[in-house]
């Protein structure tokens, strides 16, 4: 995800929220826990979220399903002006806190 501009990421651990922790500690990461299809949906439309976190021991195999196909089939309402205002706020954040990861 890192490396590809339009890549996805799934996460899939006990409740989600630790790795979603950790997730969201790397640039260009913004990763959501989501336990149902309307925040999978909401989190790439509105929170452009490119990793999906979903909790093995919170959400059974048919709802966590539904979870990871709308995840991987929305995207960003790019055309949307409050949307692209609240992204230029998270970069904002990531360049004053965040740490670049260094080159090998």
């Not at 990871?68 to 970069?91: G, H, M």
């Amino acid at each position: 995800v890192y490396k590809r501009q339009n890549g996805i990421g799934i996460l899939i651990g006990g409740q989600g929220i630790g790795m979603s922790i950790a997730a969201n500690k790397h640039t260009g990461i913004r990763c959501s826990v989501c336990h149902d299809y309307y925040t999978s949906k909401t989190s790439r439309e509105r929170d452009g979220c490119n990793v999906l976190a979903v909790g093995a021991r919170v959400v059974g195999i048919e709802v966590a399903k539904q979870i990871v196909e709308v995840f991987a089939t929305s995207s960003l309402k790019e055309d949307d002006p409050t949307i692209q205002e609240n992204l230029k706020r998270i970069q904002e954040i990531e360049r004053e806190n965040l740490v670049l990861p260094k080159k090998k």
